[in-house]
């Protein structure tokens, strides 16, 4: 491999996974491209059933760009591509046809124990809310129907239910239940980016991946949806990027810290706040950098 | 401190302070520059008006209705070229709305990166072509193709009493209401298809990732997700696609035929309003001539001021 400006020099890494029986969601030796620039090294980040899993590091390290590969979004962009495997519920869903070629090309002897469906089912299975709230122009109940009626047969009464469950869910039905014909976009910020959790969850998935969710909203905003990411946990598996240390103190129950591309820490948040094994986790958590 | 006093005597010298003269000045300027294009407007509905009147008078209402267009015995019924301009209009939209689509969704969605430059380049450079050129190549290429081997067969094979059989009935020059829609559908279609490309451009690319995201295949992201999120500027490019149809001339005046009868059938020659203008502007040497046609000018700009309160009104129900 050839030595790009962003390897990190003097790696030094701690990683104490979740026990491999409980993993829903696994990425593992991950390097990711776009072009011929380099922006992952080698990122493994397993993902615990029903826990929350926080990604933190400062700006630039990669914490979307893993985000953006674990449901394979990153694939609608034909000159960005990933090397490596991820893994959910043991079976692989990095499968496009360079993907074995590429692991070959890397060194890996792997046999490859693809899923068996394609990609739109994986991103149903796999949820993702954005950055910046993303309401479909259409009605409310439309946005949170929406992902049903593209996956499942289901008569009126059935998606009504769906969706009154979901909108319930994202602690957003007392606030819409009057409005549901109303357009996704009159809503607040906060209550858009809760609809959009909402409309990912209708869909049942086993994983929901957020990308900063709580970055254009305002305090108030954000504890409802962090009481709601609490809640669903039940439920499901959860990743969340955000830049907020407390919030990944708050929620999750594992951290990962990345740094240019590398993942340096990954262990329980209670370790991690309390005892960051490496250095560079240390100087970012006590504010050194960021 | 040292800043403040540096900076109070430059203010009071400025020319463009609030109530200074410069300032008005410049105001002044910006409301004649706004309030010419108004007088302008005004000034040719009232000239097109007067210089009609003669006509709208001597002939009433059946100026609109009847269809007997007759310099020599001086009557004029514009009813044939008032809907050979709508016909053929509606027709090139018709025909150019859903290329325009495919073509503008496939450079956005689909095209590969390296071909989607030289083709949003090219569609862009199709959009200038002066209408002069479009409609020589109608005349010298389409319309003697179209003649043989469009026209003839449908001719030779159809019986003429079947419905299909009138509709395509007709000389078979090629000269006809269907090829003048068809130019004005290549015509209208770089345009279109740019500026929808444009539209398409500015879905965020994460309203697109989150429909995606979902699940969703390409053609469900852009029916449900993409067009429906620039409705309101893809009906204002379709009104102003529909708006330089019915304005087109010279094209149409090369393809169409240029008789001022009703057309019977597609394959009929016909006449624009503008087409006829064209070619008679000229030659107009009654008054009750140039009268009809002053008319005609007026009706044309009705027609296209309609449109464009249509699209107002459709794109501003959506809001």
Redesign the interface.
Known sequence: MTKNENMVEDLEQFIAPPPTENLNLEARNLDFYYGTHQTLFNVSLPVERNKITALIGPSGCGKSTLLRILNRIYALYPQQYAVGRVLLDGKDILTDHNTLSRLKDRGDQVELDPLDCDISQIRARIGMVFQKPTPFPMSIYDNVAYGVRLHFNKSRQEIDGIVERALHRAALWDEVKDKLKDSGLSLSGGQQQRLCVARGLAVEPEVLLLDEPASALDPVSTARLEETLMELKKDLSIVIVTHNLQQAARISDYTGFMYLGNMIEFCSTDRLFARPKTRRARDYLTGRFG | MSDSSLSQPSRSDRLFSSGSLGEMIFRSLCFSAATLTLVAMAGIIVSLTIGGWPAFKAFGINFFLSSEWNPVSEIYGAAGPIIGTLITSFLALLLALPLAVGISVFLVEFC??ILARPIAVAVELLAGIPSIVYGMWGLFVLAPWFAHYIQFPLLMNLSSDSWLGKMVAGVPNGANILTASLILAIMILPYMASVFRELFLTV?A????????????PF?VVR??II??V?RGLIGVIMLGLGRALGETMAVTFIIGNTHSLPHSLFDSGSTIASTIANEFTEATSEMHSAALTALGLVLFMITFLVLILARLLIGKRS
């Open positions: 590969p990166v965020p994460q309203v697109r990732e989150a429909a995606y995201g979902l699940g969703a295949t469900e449900s997700v429906p999120y409705k």
